[in-house]
Each structure stands twice: as structure tokens, then as C-alpha cells.
């Protein structure tokens, strides 16, 4: 099974919020995950404060790379954001 670590849209109309999860690519993007892995909000701040439009548990993200799950582009990014790629990048060196 390949596991992308992608978005999910959430929220209202002209709203949007997104989860961060870990899902199986072949399924649809609204569709069933394995796990929750944090949430984005684009509309929550401005981009001088990042913090709070970006909330990621890190353990999970690393756990999930570590097991070879692929991010988008999009999520790539804000993986670098909360420091969670950094993190698998120094747990990868180590080994």
C-alpha cells in the first residue's frame, strides 16, 4: 500500500480548513485515512505568523516518513514549516 501524507479539505464554503493525514494514494482526497497528523488553516493568520495556521504533531510526521509515506508538494512545505522534515532528515543522518 503507498501512503502519501496529503490535505483534506474541511470547512465551509469559501472557508477552507485542512487536515494533515496519512492516507492510501489510491484513495479519493475526501476519502477514508489511516491518520490524523495535524491541521492547516491558510485563512487563520497572516504570513508574518505562521504558528497558528500550522498545527503538526511532529512524532507522528517523522513516524510516518520513517516508514516511507510521501508528502505532496503542499504538504512538503508545510512539513518544513513546523519543523517535523528537519526532524526526519536529522533521524535519517543519525542512522
Known amino acids: 500500500m503507498a501512503v502519501k501524507l496529503r490535505l483534506v479539505r474541511m470547512g465551509?464554503?469559501?472557508q477552507p480548513t485542512y487536515r494533515v493525514v496519512a492516507a492510501d494514494s489510491r484513495r479519493a482526497r475526501g476519502g477514508a485515512f489511516l491518520e490524523i497528523v495535524g491541521t492547516y488553516h491558510p485563512r487563520g493568520?497572516?504570513?508574518a505568523n505562521p504558528e497558528t495556521v500550522i498545527s503538526i504533531?511532529?512524532?507522528?510526521?517523522?513516524?510516518w516518513l520513517q516508514q516511507g509515506a510521501q508528502p505532496t508538494d503542499?504538504?512538503?512545505k508545510i512539513l518544513k514549516t513546523s519543523g517535523a522534515l528537519d526532524a526526519f532528515e536529522a533521524a535519517k543522518a543519525t542512522k
Open 12 to 14: 465551509k464554503k469559501k
Open 57 to 63: 504533531d511532529n512524532d507522528k510526521a517523522v513516524r
Open 74 to 76: 503542499r504538504v512538503a
Open 45 to 47: 493568520a497572516s504570513q
